[in-house]
């Protein structure tokens, strides 16, 4: 994740962002709000600045953010529960519609949000799984790597 890096220099409101990435703003504001949940980047109204973790962020090197940004990730409560019920599972593996499930069984939202609220989940794991190794997302589950016990 480089927007704390953007925002860093200055690239700070929803309009910039889709500028330097070449998306809408209404995405930019999806990331800006992950940002937020991260605890990377906070409101100030119409823009956003460093949180003190943001600015925590800026000065790491790159294998120490992407540490920093695993443990964030993990740390989000649905993340947790995702991946909670991934370790309690006796097959280690969830299927999208049970992620759907737990997903909605904590907010009233609709099948729609839910549906893009796991697709995010889904690229954040995938984005775990690119880094760490500890996760496996296909097209239709997540799941947890079985090794075999020595």
């Not at 910039?16 to 992950?34: I, N, V």
């Not at 992620?99 to 796991?118: C, E, F, G, H, Y």
């Not at 296909?138 to 790597?145: E, L």
Request: with cysteine; hydrophobic share 40%; proline share 5%.
């Amino acid at each position: 994740m480089d927007l704390p890096l953007a925002v860093a220099d200055g690239i700070n409101t929803p309009q910039k962002l889709a500028e330097r990435y070449g998306f809408d703003k209404r995405q930019s504001l999806y990331y800006l709000q992950a940002a937020e949940m991260l605890g990377f980047v906070l409101p100030r109204k119409e823009r956003y600045q460093l949180s003190a973790l943001g600015r925590r962020y800026v000065a790491l090197t790159q294998p120490q953010r992407k540490e920093l940004l695993s443990r964030k990730m993990l740390l989000l409560p649905v993340m947790l529960q995702v991946m909670v019920n991934l370790a309690l599972s006796p097959i280690h593996r969830m299927t999208r519609e049970q992620l759907a499930k737990l997903v909605s069984s904590r907010a009233r939202i609709s099948a729609t949000t839910a549906s893009r609220r796991v697709q995010s989940i889904c690229n954040w794991l995938a984005w775990l799984e690119g880094e760490t190794g500890m996760i496996r997302v296909s097209k239709d589950h997540v799941s947890i790597p079985l090794s075999s016990k020595g």
